[in-house]
Nanobody
Framework: VQLQASGGGLVQPGGSLRLSCAAS????????MGWYRQAPGKQRELVAV?????IITYADSVQGRFTISRAKNTVYLQMNSLKPEDTAVYYC?????????WGQGTQVTVSS
């Protein structure tokens, strides 16, 4: 299974970015698709996940600003009202049966 993420970049505070992550390869049923992030000097943390059936969970810090969605084997993260504290490397994550896969990470920098 391969995960290809894209959409990161540099944006000013208050701006928007959209991340996408496409899963390919030997895929049966994807149980969970989501996004995590890791800022310098900090642990990787959950941003948002969508479980099969449509149940969605957001971190408190992004609730109301970020929206996760899924179309088949691609997961998206629409990020609005970005803040400097959202600066991090964002990783997509997929759970297929009992196996977890990570994307390569995409840098998001929020700065004026």
């Amino acid at each position: 299974v391969q995960l290809q993420a894209s959409g990161g970049g540099l944006v000013q505070p208050g701006g928007s970015l959209r991340l996408s992550c496409a899963a390919s390869g030997s895929i049966s049923t994807i149980n969970v698709m989501g996004w995590y992030r890791q800022a310098p000097g900090k642990q990787r943390e959950l941003v948002a996940v969508v479980v099969v059936g449509g149940i969605i969970t957001y971190a408190d810090s992004v609730q109301g600003r970020f929206t996760i969605s899924r179309a088949k084997n691609t997961v998206y993260l629409q990020m609005n009202s970005l803040k400097p504290e959202d600066t991090a490397v964002y990783y997509c994550n997929v759970l297929i049966r009992t196996s977890t896969y990570w994307g390569q990470g995409t840098q998001v920098t929020v700065s004026s």
